[in-house]
């Protein structure tokens, strides 16, 4: 049998089904494997060298499972650890492998989303002390205005499906109302955790018509499809049976219930310990 090798695909646990998703709609023929650390999430409050240990050894469990490429579809792992592995773990791991995030991608096309130039972000707490969104986008976009707001109640709400309760809706309403009341010129705002896009359609319901909320999954997928096409050595590497592969920490039975809210599909995943 030919050996495959694969995109993974790692979060904390769900959100990164957003981003798999878009990616698999626009690039349907390669392999994928997505790592949910869901036993250990979430990340966002834990600090720099929690998060970074954890999504190395998941970075590494991907790579000996064939992975040429992974894919970091979480903000808080891609904030806190993905400058290091690339620096400091890829050229021992393997030079010829690659680690990517979803924050580059996204502030890399910000700027061209606002017409008022203030953009609001809401993530983790972990991704906003990080500065991530701030720095990347003073290179990107240098004339825009930022303004971060941390929900650290977002993923508890949604990892245990209480995001739809009413005291769940409180709290998101909450933060909006926060992020909006530090700079009430905003009109364009960044879900920058990618479990945030299930709340997507609450948050448009809740803001005014003029402000836009932007997901990352189809930017990330975009951004992807272009790397690929821009590094042919590793592009080359890369099996085509279309084949998806779901991994996670915690129970399978448990993860296969809720993962098709973010994946949009029916999910048979598989338990491992890392
Ligand atoms: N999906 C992760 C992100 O994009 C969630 C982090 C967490 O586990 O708190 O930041």
Sequence with gaps: MKKTVSIG????GYGGLTVLSEIVNRLPEYDYIYLGDNARAPYGTRSF???YDYTLEAVKELFERGCELVVLACNTASAKALRSIQQNDLPLID???RVLGVIRP????IGDLTQSGHVGILA???TVKSESYVIELSKYAPTVKVVQHACPM???????????SA???LFIEEDVNSLLSKDPKIDTIVLACTHYPILKEYIESILPSTVKVISQGAIVAEKLEDYLLRNTALTTKLTRSGSLHFLTTESATEFDKKASIFFGKEVKSEHIKL
């Design 49 to 51: 060298e929690v998060v």
């Design 9 to 12: 695909v790692f979060d904390s």
């Design 167 to 169: 005291a769940g809706r």
């Design 106 to 109: 996204s502030t890399e096309i």
């Design 124 to 126: 983790t707490e972990g």
């Design 95 to 97: 030079p010829n492998k």
């Design 154 to 164: 977002w993923v508890p709400l949604i990892e245990n499906h209480r995001h739809d």
